[in-house]
């Protein structure tokens, strides 16, 4: 058996933690503002996993702006179908989340954190304004947000790409 030739990242400096931090704090605090002054369900859990992502790795395919718009929208899209189907479950939201792979995979759009939005929406079967509160803004905020981050931190290029 060939032994794994993969190596486990390189321990970060204390500058590179200190930025990384300070990124992602500074990602979630301006989503926790627009939550708190526009009074829309902005700071959802998914979008604080997809800030996180941005902030610790605004390189992968996962962080850049396509995957997180149409990862979410796409999700979301198919726990309204799910839940419009079978009503809000547990089961639901399983199903909808291991099927909202497929369109982010189809969309070359992956984002994980799209599969908690999947499950999120099965569980709660919201209204399709959902789509627009909080998914649309909330996901434009967290790449507002790296968009600033990648301007303002040394070294940061956000996005790589936008298509």
């Known amino acids: ?7 486990s990242p390189t ?5 590179a933690v200190l930025i990384t931090t300070g990124a992602t704090v500074a990602a979630l605090l301006l ?9 829309l369900r902005l700071f959802a859990l998914p ?3 997809s800030a996180a992502i941005v902030a610790v790795a605004p390189a992968v395919p996962f962080a850049q702006p396509r995957s997180i718009v149409l990862g979410h929208l796409s999700a979301a899209l198919v726990a309204l179908a799910a839940t ?10 399983a199903v ?19 599969t908690a939005t999947a499950a999120l929406i099965g569980l709660s079967a919201p209204n399709i304004s959902y789509l627009l509160n909080p998914i649309l803004p909330a996901s434009l905020i967290v790449i507002g947000a790296g968009l600033l981050l990648g301007r303002v931190l040394p070294g940061r290029k956000y996005p ?4």
Request: proline share 11%; hydrophobic share 60%; net charge positive.
């Open 84 to 93: 419009a189907v079978a009503g809000p479950s547990l089961w639901t939201a």
């Open 31 to 39: 989503l926790a503002l627009a939550a708190s002054a526009s009074h």
């Open 47 to 49: 979008f604080a996993a």
């Open 1 to 7: 058996m060939a032994a794994n030739t993969v190596a």
């Open 160 to 163: 790589v790409y936008w298509r």
């Open 11 to 15: 321990r970060p400096t204390l500058t």
């Open 96 to 114: 909808a989340a291991g099927l909202a792979t497929a369109p982010m995979l189809l969309l070359r759009a992956p984002h994980p954190p799209a």
